[in-house]
């Protein structure tokens, strides 16, 4: 049958796809717009499987935090190309999917998949972006903060890497921040040193017992000086323990005392390209 190219125009303004994708969907669904939006679609989903093994390391980190700072979520929706990574409809797709998560309590992606959005799943929206964009997109980090105390936020120029802070209490907006920054920039794995996991210390401790082996240290000495070396590590990787990055002559334990802040209790770190 003809396709008239104002039916053409009329899909692709409903959906955003090709002008030669719609043309061909309305031919496969004899005129029908509904049944041809489906078929763009299903396309989406083969599109998405197609791509399932490329990297997608680009993409945008969006933020949500209430006004009086108890609630807050953070969401990584990750693409293939920068350039993607500016389409104003990706950038509001992320945004939309942070609103869902937020306002549904939701910390778990494959929830959020499920969860609806315009009458349509989340799922079913991030489908109909591949689709229309043609690159792999997924959520990769979803974190969901809620607390009796103060979640502080700050996110990177570029909106590639964000952080949350919890602390315990209300605090200084500078404070908050400078924590915050603290986080983006240093990377701790751990607020304080009870709360590196054993595995991880257990590994630090072998590593730096080899090493001092190797320098031909007695094993019963290199097994005591490694337990000796872990406080380094504790400065370079637990929060409280590392030097604050605006003054390096006291730690970031001692910059909270110092202006009589509230306890860390924890933080979340979202950068693009890393792991949970």
Known sequence: MSISAADVKALRDRTGAGMMDCKKALAEANGDMDAAIEILRKKGQKVSE????REANQGI?????????TKAVALALNCETDFVARNDEFIQSATDFANVAYDNEISD???LKKAELQGRTVEEHLKE?????GE???ISRLELVKTEGTIVSYMHPGNQLAVLVDFSNSIDD?????????????????VRQEEVPTDVVDKEIEIAKEQLINEGKPVEIAEKAAK???RRFYEERVLLDQKFVKDSSVSVRDYLKNNNASDVKSFYRLQLGESN
């Open 50 to 53: 197609k791509r399932a093994d």
């Open 61 to 69: 980190i969006v933020t949500h935090i209430s006004d009086d700072g």
């Open 109 to 111: 992606i494959e929830t």
């Open 129 to 133: 972006l591949v689709g229309k964009i």
């Open 136 to 138: 792999k997109i997924e």
């Open 174 to 190: 500078n404070v908050g921040k400078d924590v915050a920054m603290q986080i983006a920039a240093m990377n701790p794995i751990a």
């Open 228 to 230: 000796g070396k872990l």
